[in-house]
């Protein structure tokens, strides 16, 4: 039997993506399948794609012709080639050109986009969806969206949470201590310092629990181009709120919090969402994308950008260690019902499975 050969293909790999790949090729290569993943050289040395038993392409992070060059020299011979987030698969569309190699498209998120560049990101998502055999879409409202935008074949193709790295520390004693945290609450919120990720939002509520008896830290990991605005303004109005920076241990952070905040204005399957509900860490979300299918009941949801309201949900939930109990139960078994990293993987090769048995 000849041996299956893909090319994962990452662009600017976010967490999830880049995550999901070293995952989805651990457990190819595990299953006999050859696999190349092909992205930017920075992404191999975080993931360790090639410790996953891959081979590894490094990618100009700006695409061009040198990164479609280079895809297609690493395309060639491919029985399926799998694009993750929509700029890889424009790249990987232009790489295979006239090429009878099916694409896969996993689309992970949307764009954040309005105006003149909402235009551009739409177009861009009809040229990806366009060019793929399949879309695996990791919302339901994202299967919706690639539907609308032209997609031959749209499924849901959930994506796991990866399983804590060995080695991980989840006591919370010394994450709270660096932190100089005593009796007083964490809460805490993670991701990029983007206009889209609804920190501007979190602060104006922030202000709302200088109130509270102890006042609680707000911690956020991430960097980002809003970081400077966003320090300008905790420092002019005394915020008890802490931009962390990128961090390594943001799970063994997560874990020592009392309540986990994601205020975007929009979420496909949020990585950290998923990490919070499994980890027993209460959650007040924005009701906004896949948030709502995501959780289910696990977690208490907001509308996006009302201050008022997710003050309120944190300080209810602060004041209320019981029903804190009850949502970190909730998590874990809204959890339990998502798709293991083994099944994720096995759609996945149900799906090359199919393309190579129908020709593409």
Known sequence: MTQLRTVQVLGGGGAGSSAHVRSLAAGLVARGVRVTVCAPAELDHAYDFLGAGARFVPLPRRGGPLATGALRTACAGADVVHAHGLHAAVGAGLALGRRHVPLVVTWHTRTPAEGARARLAGLMERRAVSAAAVVLAASSELVDRARGRGARDARLGPIALPAPRPGTDLADGKARAELGLMDRPLVMAVGSLEPHRGYGTLLDASRRWLGHDPVPLVAVAGEGRRRAALQRRIDAEELPVRLLGRRDDVTALLAAADVAVLPSRWEAR?????????????????????????????????????????????SGLLADPARRADLAAAGRAQAATWPTEDETVAQVLSVYDELCARGG
């Open 270 to 314: 949020a990585l950290f969402a998923q990490e919070a509900l499994r980890l027993g860490v209460p959650l007040v979300a924005t009701a906004v994308g896949g948030v709502p299918e995501l959780v289910g009941d696990a977690a208490v949801l907001v509308p996006y950008g009302d201050a008022p309201a997710l003050a309120a949900a944190v």
